[in-house]
């Protein structure tokens, strides 16, 4: 007999509690998956609760960078997560051998990374930063001192403009939010003039001076409740907007479009590797567990605190 959807959630229900297991999810989850959660999140948010947790095992429904962090902060801790090739594009776009000799290229920088990158490369960087505080932290380094940013260019480019800063930038980039198409935007804005159209800084410049707001998701989810606008062109991860239909449900969001739009090329096939059975595995057997060298855990928590230091 196949288990229904209703039997998997109360199997991972009862097995979290037998395990001791705190389950944390991304925004860009699939429904389900945030239902069931402990705690969903943003990456900062994401790595200030994984740092807190007090269960003996962590489920990180996100994607494989998402788990390090976590293992990262809170090592005694085992962290499971529900596919191991949950991977990240950007992530894998900034290769520890090459990123190691960019920055043995550019002696006497400050490296400021994006969250999105493996453990190595936090071990190699100064300090982390998210979407949310990149500017903040940008901002607080010291004028006369040379930047380093990686491994996002778009997100790079965007803090440079805001901060009005000249950065050394890793030519990286996400899949999901590079796929978005200026043509279709164009289009539904003239669709839909009243809408507001919101966008990730993950995204590519033409796309964001289409935007009227700019910021990382947990920002974006604020936006749709302060702002008076009844309708939102969402310019992310469409999986983000299951919550602002929960935060505003009585406004409308529009996912906004790659070139083809009959294609779900802005949906991210990483976070969607992750599905209810998986977790329900994960669960029964304690596997896949995400296992870090130390030396690198411990370089990579030197500059993942520096972050959570400044965003106290
Ligand atoms: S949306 Fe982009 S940056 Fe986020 S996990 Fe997917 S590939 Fe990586």
Redo the contacts with the bound molecule.
């Keep these: 007999m196949t288990a229904t959807a209703t039997d998997i959630e109360s199997e991972i229900k009862r097995l979290k509690q037998e395990t001791d297991t705190v389950i944390l999810a991304h925004y860009?989850q699939e429904d389900e998956i945030q239902d069931i959660a402990d705690f969903i999140g943003d990456s900062l948010d994401l790595a200030r609760k994984a740092q807190s947790v007090t269960h003996s095992q962590i489920l990180f429904a996100g994607?494989h960078f998402m788990a390090e962090t976590a293992k990262i902060l809170n090592p005694s801790k085992r962290v499971l997560v529900p596919d191991m090739d949950a991977g990240?594009?950007?992530?894998e776009s900034c290769p520890p051998n090459l990123f190691a000799t960019f920055k043995a290229n550019h002696p006497d920088h400050i490296v400021v990374t994006y969250i999105?990158c493996t453990a190595e490369i936090k071990a190699m960087s100064d300090i982390i930063v998210t979407s949310s505080n990149a500017v903040d932290i940008v901002n607080s380094i010291p004028r006369e001192k040379p930047i380093i940013f990686a491994p996002d260019r778009y997100l790079g480019a965007w803090v440079m403009k805001q901060t009005n800063r000249p950065m050394v930038l890793w030519n990286g980039s996400?899949?999901?939010?590079e796929t978005f198409s200026h043509k279709q935007l164009v289009k539904l804005k003239v669709r839909y003039p009243d809408a507001r159209v919101i966008a990730h800084p993950?995204c590519p410049e033409s796309i964001l001076n289409e935007a009227d707001f700019v910021g990382s998701t947990k920002k974006l989810l604020n936006d749709v409740v302060v702002q008076p606008h009844q309708m939102f062109i969402v310019v992310t991860?469409p999986g983000i907007i299951h919550q602002m239909k929960k935060n505003a449900p009585d406004k409308t969001f529009i996912p906004a479009l790659s070139e083809d739009e009959t294609c779900s090329c802005n949906t991210?096939p990483?976070?969607k590797l992750n599905t209810m059975e998986k977790i329900q595995q994960a669960l029964r057997t304690g596997k896949p567990e995400v296992i870090l060298q130390e030396d690198i855990r411990q370089q990579a928590e030197r500059a993942l605190l520096a972050m959570l230091e400044h965003s106290r």
Excluded at 88 to 91: D, E, G, P, R, W
Excluded at 174 to 177: F, L, P
Aim: with cysteine.
């Design positions: 860009y994607v990240c594009s950007l992530a999105n996400c899949i999901v939010h993950e991860e991210c990483f976070m």
